[in-house]
């Protein structure tokens, strides 16, 4: 069972369309990422927050605009997408110490019509 | 930079049969390693991780993976698979210092498990 929660697993969406993706995690983490899983490539990792601050943006185009209110959610705000922009979108949670091993949610089936 | 190197995109493999799943890494720092399991339509799951310690390590469903620092690997192993560990595997590197919370990842093995 993951201790990770995405909403919703699957979204279909206009390049004109505006959506939000809610990720929460129920391991008691202080960090959460966005992740972007393209067919064919690596997984591409796009926003980190640690402790609700934003510590990491991997070049991401401004159509997606991250949310963190707290330790335990994370949002993925979408607008004015492009069809390159289908892609699973995995969120995942981490504890900051130790190995910092991160722990992933289900994902959220984004296709961009 | 850390880099992460999945050589074999495919891997097919007879039920019952061992398999190995290569990874090779580079990095100028010392590593943590992880293997993740990406089941369809799932997110990754942890099969299993070396932080320190023994280099063979031992995770969930009959999976192990050996460190081997000389030759800077983590291969994935089982004995005997099953269909049900049809799946793709993704290996992933963390820097100890300097690296954030970044992990990198290799660009995935299927492992495809036949009758």
């Known amino acids: 069972e993951t201790g990770v929660t995405q909403t919703p697993r699957h979204l279909v969406m206009g390049m004109t369309n505006k959506k939000s993706l809610k990720c929460e995690q129920h391991l008691g983490h202080n960090a959460m990422y966005w992740y972007k899983q393209s067919a064919k490539k690596p997984l591409e990792l796009m926003f980190v927050y640690n402790f609700k601050e934003q510590t990491e943006n991997n070049s991401v185009p401004s159509r997606f605009s991250p949310e963190c209110p707290n330790s335990s959610h994370l949002f993925l705000h979408l607008h004015t997408l492009q069809p390159e922009d289908s892609a699973l979108y995995l969120c995942a949670s981490s504890q900051l110490t130790g190995a910092d091993t991160q722990y992933f949610g289900p994902g959220t089936r984004l296709t961009v019509l | 930079a850390q880099s992460v190197t999945q050589l074999d995109s495919q891997v097919p493999v007879f039920e019952e049969a061992p398999v190995e799943l290569r990874c090779n890494y580079s990095s100028s720092v010392s590593v943590y390693l992880f293997w993740y399991v990406q089941y369809p339509n799932q997110g990754l799951q942890l099969l299993l991780k070396?932080?320190?310690?023994?280099?063979l390590v031992k995770g969930i469903n009959g999976f192990e993976a050996e460190f081997n620092k000389s030759q800077t690997s983590f291969h994935l192993r089982k004995p005997s698979v099953h269909i049900s560990d049809t799946a793709e595997y993704f290996c992933?590197?963390?820097?100890?210092?300097?690296?954030?919370?970044?992990?990198?990842f290799g660009t995935g093995t299927q492992l495809k498990v036949e009758l």
């Open positions: 992933a590197v963390k820097v100890l210092t300097g690296g954030g919370n970044k992990l990198t």
């Open positions: 070396y932080l320190s310690g023994s280099t």
